[in-house]
């Protein structure tokens, strides 16, 4: 091999080699600049996970405040229909109110059914209270009365998602109504036939 082949041959082993080292630098320093993003990016996803736990832990709290809002609220429902019936029981001991007016205020509640829904207050649930609203009122049992208050929730549902007012307002007439079925025509049967019971 003579000198100027070995010069060529060097030439391209040096051309390579500095190719190689320059290739190697840039590599490396794309690497570093795609590791310091990569860390940037591992540093906001443990930022976010570190908000994401800080509003799960919200959440769960509001949750918990939303849970004891809803308790507090049934239990002063609860105390307003009782306080209610007891209202009306006395208004029946004065002879305020009377089992023919109850039975007149059924009427127009019958009268005054409103009109069906699409999800919870069906045509079903419609026809089933226009059957129980249509009773002899001396027919009445708790059973008719239980089953009105769950129309009347059933009502309160709907309203929930329709936003129809008449629904609610609807609903706590009802709820009402069947407080005074239960006081003026449920109870008194019921404490006859305890005291045919305790006659035998």
Do not use: C
Request: proline letters at 2%; glycine letters at 4%; charged letters at 30%.
């Amino acid at each position: 091999m003579d000198l100027y082949e070995v010069f060529s041959v060097v030439a391209v082993i040096v051309s390579v080699a500095s190719s190689t080292f320059s290739l190697g630098y840039w590599l490396a320093k794309r690497l570093g600049n795609i590791e310091l993003k990569i860390g940037s990016i591992e540093s906001r996803i443990g930022s976010l996970e570190s908000r994401i736990n800080s509003l799960e832990l919200r959440i769960n709290s509001l949750e918990s405040r939303i849970g004891s809002l809803e308790s507090r609220f049934s239990s002063l429902e609860r105390a307003f229909y009782d306080y209610n019936e007891l209202l009306l029981k006395i208004l029946g001991f004065k002879g305020i109110l009377t089992s023919t007016e109850i039975a007149s205020l059924i009427t127009v509640l019958r009268t005054a059914l409103p009109h069906i829904s699409s999800r919870y207050y069906t045509r079903e649930v419609m026809e089933r209270l226009k059957q129980l609203l249509s009773k002899n009122p001396d027919e009445y049992t708790m059973d008719d009365v239980k089953e009105m208050w769950e129309i009347s929730e059933i009502m309160l549902k709907e309203y929930s998602i329709s936003g129809r007012k008449d629904l609610l307002d609807y609903s706590s007439k009802l709820k009402i109504a069947s407080q005074l079925i239960k006081i003026f025509f449920v109870e008194p049967k019921m404490k006859k036939m305890e005291e045919w019971l305790h006659k035998l």
